[in-house]
């Protein structure tokens, strides 16, 4: 044999007869074209009609010792669904040796990188090969693996790491050449099949293990996937950058999304920003909730000389790119560095929408860490202007907290402040800081709503129907589900739509998951239901009784739940009174003048500190459920929950769709939904109500 094949033929021979000692495994493979044919003259060739089969030259001896267990080997690795997989490539090119005639015809038939991660393989034992081909039995090309733990098992072996970062390296520099037109483009050829799927493996590798030099070349790679290099607007490849934000939803880091949005915002094909758009919203809850990257992302000013001009990137608050000469700041780019520095201009941009994206998902990371069972690295962002605007506890002796604003205690624990852990008159200690101080913290923090288990909850075992039973509309239902990382299924009497949509959200790190049962109602309608709450236990979920589940837990998903109701019911929209079908009559007068909510509660709490600021405070009153607005023709009721009115004496409804919003410049502690500007801007129309003009509500007045 030593004649006739080449070392790493031999191992491979090796391989098959080893494997091969019980042929009842493996069905006979005649169908199947890895042809040992003919006398010893050791020539090799590509069969044309199939270009991973390989046709040898042995002697009979060669040839009777080799080609069945060959056939029952290729059967076993190739079903017809992998028949593209590196496992094909190392067969036909470890039963040729790598010999110099084959190795350039498999780069040219299945890419330079598929071959690359043949060679990798090629140096494994056959106890890593088994477990590998394995693997791609769940991991095919253009979706991900749904064996667990694939990424960091090939991290693991021998030499793959180098091939993930390699393998990014030749595709970007193909990319590029393509680009340069040194190399010729083929509309969506970039890149074969195999490679398209290598790439994603060394993507997801990369970004499970956080690589440092991942940026960059990731960074390059998509962008350069994203252009069309002629005027046809015809991709590179749209495979490999639609594997690469499936790699990203699985192993989310901020530069990674980072790159992603650069892409949708600088292509010119049509339907690549809207598929991108459908993974962000999967992608942002995903890296909110990975806190251990979302913590080292850049703060401070970025100060840049353009000409006789400077920019200013500032993170203090919104992120703002403004432009100065000397210490005057400028409202707009000068028109001396538009014309003579529009490359830096449009660079500068980008930088400033990567700064904001960035902040806005530090934000999300820091709200999702609330809920967690243990304390993400908050050190990291010591002096952030995230972190400035925001409530802190430090553990000064054991079991003793003490809240601040900022980070500023030195080397002693560290979490964030709650309200549900603070005392009643503390969390109005730090409401009054907040208003007095008019800051705008990046999340409601010291407004933050509190939902403790009430005795009928408890004595229900494991659910919750506090907010059950409302119509609720099911479209913006289903859009803020995304907003806040529940996922749900999308309901509807169409084919493959679902009659149950049970939006759920992962907690405390995915140890915790909260349901909230729904229904369609009607067309566009969903019905709500039961809240209940599953914990992970032993690989799988058991239902928990609402006293088992953790108070931050419980608190969080019911807020989460309340927003939704807040926003979505019918009882918002006050037209419904008059144009909603007379079986929701009742529950719409109902749910649009009951019981507060505890979102409502809240919203009562901050109206009571700002109308005393306002030109028309001597002319309100709060009560339980309403601000009270005494106009000149009439006295009306606000409610704080709906934001719909009523006017004495008989509590007739008066519908005004929207109002201006004269206190523009009053100062908002918080504005999740927009009923706290809603109801001051109503509040303000009616306190001198003899000045208004519109017909369709001075009709009203005078009924």
Same mark, same amino acid.
């Given at each position: 044999?030593?004649?006739?094949?080449?070392?790493?033929?031999?191992?491979?021979?090796?391989?098959?007869?080893?494997?091969?000692?019980?042929?009842?495994?493996?069905?006979?493979?005649?169908?199947?074209?890895?042809?040992?044919?003919?006398?010893?003259?050791?020539?090799?060739?590509?069969?044309?009609?199939?270009?991973?089969?390989?046709?040898?030259?042995?002697?009979?001896?060669?040839?009777?010792?080799?080609?069945?267990?060959?056939?029952?080997?290729?059967?076993?690795?190739?079903?017809?669904?992998?028949?593209?997989?590196?496992?094909?490539?190392?067969?036909?090119?470890?039963?040729?040796?790598?010999?110099?005639?084959?190795?350039?015809?498999?780069?040219?038939?299945?890419?330079?990188?598929?071959?690359?991660?043949?060679?990798?393989?090629?140096?494994?034992?056959?106890?890593?090969?088994?477990?590998?081909?394995?693997?791609?039995?769940?991991?095919?090309?253009?979706?991900?693996?749904?064996?667990?733990?694939?990424?960091?098992?090939?991290?693991?072996?021998?030499?793959?790491?180098?091939?993930?970062?390699?393998?990014?390296?030749?595709?970007?520099?193909?990319?590029?050449?393509?680009?340069?037109?040194?190399?010729?483009?083929?509309?969506?050829?970039?890149?074969?099949?195999?490679?398209?799927?290598?790439?994603?493996?060394?993507?997801?590798?990369?970004?499970?293990?956080?690589?440092?030099?991942?940026?960059?070349?990731?960074?390059?790679?998509?962008?350069?996937?994203?252009?069309?290099?002629?005027?046809?607007?015809?991709?590179?490849?749209?495979?490999?950058?639609?594997?690469?934000?499936?790699?990203?939803?699985?192993?989310?880091?901020?530069?990674?999304?980072?790159?992603?949005?650069?892409?949708?915002?600088?292509?010119?094909?049509?339907?690549?920003?809207?598929?991108?758009?459908?993974?962000?919203?999967?992608?942002?809850?995903?890296?909110?909730?990975?806190?251990?990257?979302?913590?080292?992302?850049?703060?401070?000013?970025?100060?840049?000389?353009?000409?006789?001009?400077?920019?200013?990137?500032?993170?203090?608050?919104?992120?703002?790119?403004?432009?100065?000469?000397?210490?005057?700041?400028?409202?707009?780019?000068?028109?001396?560095?538009?014309?003579?520095?529009?490359?830096?201009?449009?660079?500068?941009?980008?930088?400033?929408?990567?700064?904001?994206?960035?902040?806005?998902?530090?934000?999300?990371?820091?709200?999702?860490?609330?809920?967690?069972?243990?304390?993400?690295?908050?050190?990291?962002? @010591? *002096?952030?202007? #995230? /972190?400035? &605007?925001?409530?802190?506890?430090?553990?000064?002796?054991? %079991?003793?907290? =003490? $809240?601040? !604003?900022?980070?500023?205690?030195?080397?002693?624990?560290?979490?964030?402040?709650?309200?549900?852990?603070?005392?009643?008159?503390?969390?109005?200690?730090?409401?009054?800081?907040?208003?007095?101080?008019?800051?705008?913290?990046?999340?409601?923090?010291?407004?933050?709503?509190?939902?403790?288990?009430?005795?009928?909850?408890?004595?229900?075992?494991?659910?919750?129907?506090?907010?059950?039973?409302?119509?609720?509309?099911?479209?913006?239902?289903?859009?803020?589900?995304?907003?806040?990382?529940?996922?749900?299924?999308?309901?509807?009497?169409?084919?493959?739509?679902?009659?149950?949509?049970?939006?759920?959200?992962?907690?405390?790190?995915?140890?915790?998951?909260?349901?909230?049962?729904?229904?369609?109602?009607? @067309? *566009?309608?969903? #019905? /709500?239901? &039961?809240?209940?709450?599953?914990?992970?236990?032993?690989? %799988?979920?058991? =239902? $928990?009784? !609402?006293?088992?589940?953790?108070?931050?837990?419980?608190?969080?998903?019911?807020?989460?739940?309340?927003?939704?109701?807040?926003?979505?019911?019918?009882?918002?929209?006050?037209?419904?009174?008059?144009?909603?079908?007379?079986?929701?009559?009742?529950?719409?007068?109902?749910?649009?003048?009951?019981?507060?909510?505890?979102?409502?509660?809240?919203?009562?709490?901050?109206?009571?500190?700002?109308?005393?600021?306002?030109?028309?405070?001597?002319?309100?009153?709060?009560?339980?459920?309403?601000?009270?607005?005494?106009?000149?023709?009439?006295?009306?009721?606000?409610?704080?929950?709906?934001?719909?009115?009523?006017?004495?004496?008989?509590?007739?409804?008066?519908?005004?769709?929207?109002?201006?919003?004269?206190?523009?410049?009053?100062?908002?502690?918080?504005?999740?939904?927009?009923?706290?500007?809603?109801?001051?801007?109503?509040?303000?129309?009616?306190?001198?109500?003899?000045?208004?003009?519109?017909?369709?509500?001075?009709?009203?007045?005078?009924?």
């Amino acid at each position: 044999m030593s004649g006739h094949l080449s070392p790493l033929a031999s191992r491979l021979y090796d391989l098959i007869t080893g494997i091969a000692k019980d042929p009842t495994h493996w069905p006979e493979a005649s169908r199947l074209s890895v042809g040992l044919v003919g006398l010893g003259s050791g020539r090799i060739q590509v069969c044309d009609d199939d270009p991973i089969s390989v046709r040898y030259a042995l002697d009979e001896h060669a040839r009777q010792r080799l080609v069945a267990p060959a056939r029952e080997l290729v059967e076993f690795l190739l079903p017809d669904r992998v028949r593209d997989h590196p496992f094909t490539l190392l067969v036909a090119a470890g039963l040729a040796g790598m010999d110099a005639e084959v190795r350039p015809r498999l780069a040219e038939e299945h890419g330079p990188i598929a071959v690359a991660e043949m060679d990798v393989l090629l140096g494994w034992d056959a106890e890593r090969r088994a477990l590998f081909r394995e693997a791609l039995g769940g991991w095919t090309y253009y979706s991900a693996p749904t064996l667990s733990g694939v990424p960091e098992w090939l991290s693991g072996q021998p030499g793959y790491l180098e091939f993930a970062r390699t393998a990014l390296e030749m595709a970007g520099a193909r990319v590029a050449a393509i680009h340069a037109g040194e190399i010729p483009y083929k509309a969506e050829k970039a890149f074969d099949a195999g490679e398209t799927s290598a790439i994603g493996r060394a993507v997801r590798i990369a970004l499970m293990r956080d690589e440092p030099w991942l940026p960059e070349s990731l960074d390059a790679l998509v962008r350069g996937v994203a252009v069309a290099p002629t005027a046809a607007k015809t991709l590179p490849s749209q495979k490999v950058l639609f594997e690469i934000a499936r790699a990203v939803e699985e192993h989310p880091t901020p530069e990674a999304v980072a790159s992603l949005y650069a892409a949708r915002r600088i292509t010119r094909h049509a339907q690549v920003p809207r598929e991108l758009d459908r993974k962000f919203k999967r992608i942002e809850p995903a890296l909110a909730d990975r806190l251990e990257v979302a913590f080292r992302l850049p703060d401070g000013r970025v100060r840049q000389a353009v000409g006789e001009h400077t920019a200013v990137i500032s993170t203090d608050g919104e992120v703002e790119l403004s432009w100065w000469h000397g210490d005057r700041k400028l409202k707009t780019v000068p028109a001396a560095v538009r014309r003579e520095h529009p490359e830096e201009v449009k660079r500068l941009r980008e930088l400033a929408k990567q700064a904001r994206q960035r902040q806005v998902t530090l934000i999300r990371a820091l709200e999702a860490g609330y809920a967690g069972e243990t304390a993400p690295p908050y050190r990291r962002l @010591e *002096g952030h202007p #995230v /972190t400035d &605007r925001l409530i802190w506890e430090f553990e000064v002796s054991p %079991g003793v907290w =003490r $809240a601040e !604003l900022g980070l500023t205690v030195p080397d002693v624990p560290v979490r964030l402040w709650h309200p549900a852990r603070a005392s009643v008159e503390e969390v109005r200690a730090w409401r009054e800081v907040v208003q007095g101080k008019e800051l705008r913290q990046p999340f409601k923090q010291a407004f933050r709503e509190i939902y403790l288990l009430t005795p009928a909850e408890e004595a229900s075992g494991d659910h919750s129907d506090r907010f059950a039973e409302h119509v609720v509309d099911y479209r913006r239902l289903r859009a803020l589900f995304k907003q806040r990382g529940w996922k749900s299924n999308f309901m509807g009497p169409w084919d493959g739509g679902y009659d149950d949509g049970d939006g759920r959200r992962l907690l405390a790190g995915g140890r915790w998951r909260a349901t909230l049962e729904h229904h369609l109602y009607d @067309e *566009g309608l969903a #019905v /709500t239901g &039961r809240v209940h709450f599953d914990r992970l236990t032993e690989g %799988g979920w058991r =239902r $928990a009784t !609402l006293t088992e589940v953790p108070a931050l837990v419980f608190s969080e998903a019911m807020r989460d739940v309340d927003l939704f109701v807040a926003v979505t019911s019918i009882t918002l929209d006050p037209r419904w009174a008059d144009h909603g079908p007379d079986r929701l009559q009742d529950y719409w007068r109902t749910g649009s003048f009951g019981e507060l909510p505890p979102s409502a509660e809240v919203r009562r709490d901050a109206l009571s500190r700002l109308i005393g600021r306002t030109a028309i405070a001597d002319r309100c009153t709060i009560t339980d459920r309403f601000l009270v607005v005494r106009g000149d023709l009439r006295t009306y009721k606000i409610h704080l929950g709906s934001a719909n009115i009523l006017m004495e004496p008989n509590d007739a409804y008066l519908c005004i769709v929207s109002a201006r919003d004269p206190h523009a410049r009053l100062f908002l502690p918080f504005e999740e939904d927009g009923r706290l500007a809603l109801i001051l801007s109503k509040a303000f129309l009616l306190a001198n109500d003899g000045a208004i003009t519109d017909p369709s509500i001075t009709r009203q007045l005078r009924a």
